[in-house]
């Protein structure tokens, strides 16, 4: 039972091997690592065997784990690792990956948090004509997509943007430094009565 276990795995290991083509071969593997199911994964994870393969799917409280153990360790191999991962599901367009990335877009939904003011709802506003009480504004606040992969605000996609889409990156930034600000004036002005 056993030998015949152990040439089955070693019969996955040759084939993985004569598919690689060093950047993206075969639907089952990713620069020489194969992808399995993203539960699997998680069973391997903690042991010597979870940088040999890659998670078919995206997770975000994984990926934040494996950012934060990288940056306590700087482990480069976990780096390469990470790196290639994330790189993947880009490839594929991974929707839970898109998904991800769209947190830090100014139309995000997710960062219109009763927390805050509503600067990011501010700026969309400003984004759009102003005219006829913006009826002919493309900009939709928040984003109904929440998939940076399928983006309408990307040149050349359903809507007509008058701008690049990475602005819309750019000034999240800022409407979140604005809006840190406010947070923090509201605390101090109290005090200087």
Not at 96 to 123: A, E, T
Request: charged letters at 35%; aromatic letters at 12%.
């Amino acid at each position: 039972m056993n030998l015949d276990k152990s040439i089955s795995d070693l019969s996955k290991r040759i084939d993985r091997f004569d598919s690689f083509d060093g950047d993206h071969s075969d639907s089952n593997h990713w620069r020489g690592k194969e992808i399995i199911l993203l539960n699997d994964w998680i069973q391997l994870r903690g042991t010597p065997y979870a940088l040999e393969y890659f998670p078919d799917d995206f997770d975000e409280v994984w990926a934040h784990i494996i950012e934060s153990e990288i940056e306590e360790d700087g482990d480069d191999q976990k780096k390469k690792w990470h790196s290639d991962y994330l790189d993947l599901m880009e490839y594929k367009r991974n929707p839970n990956y898109g998904k991800s990335k769209c947190f830090y877009c100014l139309l995000s939904p997710v960062r219109d948090d009763p927390i805050f003011i509503g600067i990011n709802r501010l700026v969309a506003k400003g984004l759009g004509d102003n005219k006829d009480d913006n009826k002919n504004n493309p900009i939709q606040y928040p984003c109904h997509v929440e998939n940076r992969f399928d983006c309408p605000y990307e040149k050349g996609k359903e809507l007509d943007a008058r701008f690049d889409v990475d602005h819309l990156f750019e000034l999240a930034k800022m409407a979140f430094a604005v809006e840190i600000s406010l947070a923090v004036a509201r605390r101090i002005l109290p005090l200087l009565k």
